[in-house]
């Protein structure tokens, strides 16, 4: 069965990096745009980025442009999230997905298929 697992979540002080990774098993992982996504307490689940089946094409939501970058190696179906200069405002739980939707970078959940556990960042200030 389709399996993606994060990892690479953790707690850092405000201005601190990390680097989310995110490996898909049993499924054509290049046949896939690939989302990160985020719920932080008490609030709704959030798209951060996307990037489209061969890596070319990115998108992010406005908060995280230019701090965020994802990326993925179809070799070792893993998708990445490098999250630079974070603030106490991304903490939150961070999901991969996984879509074949047609769009290159879809942004909405409801495109997306397959789902992650979630792992936690927490950012402190």
């Known amino acids: 069965q389709v399996q993606l697992v994060e990892s690479g979540g953790g707690l850092v002080q405000a201005g601190g990096s990390l680097r989310l990774s995110c490996a898909a098993s049993?499924?054509?992982?290049?046949?896939?745009?690939m989302g990160w996504f985020r719920q932080a307490p008490g609030k709704e689940r959030e798209f951060v980025a996307a990037?489209?089946?061969?890596?070319?094409?990115?998108y992010y939501t406005d908060s995280v442009r230019g701090r965020f970058t994802i990326s993925r190696d179809n070799a070792k179906n893993t998708v990445y999230l490098q999250m630079n200069s974070l603030k106490p405002e991304d903490t939150a739980v961070y999901y991969c997905?996984?879509?074949?939707?047609?769009?290159?970078?879809?942004?909405?959940?409801?495109?997306?298929?397959?789902w992650g556990q979630g792992t936690q960042v927490t950012v402190s200030s």
């Open positions: 990037v489209s089946r061969s890596g070319t094409t990115t």
């Open positions: 997905a996984a879509s074949a939707d047609t769009t290159p970078t879809p942004t909405s959940s409801y495109d997306y298929r397959y």
């Open positions: 049993g499924l054509t992982f290049s046949s896939y745009a």
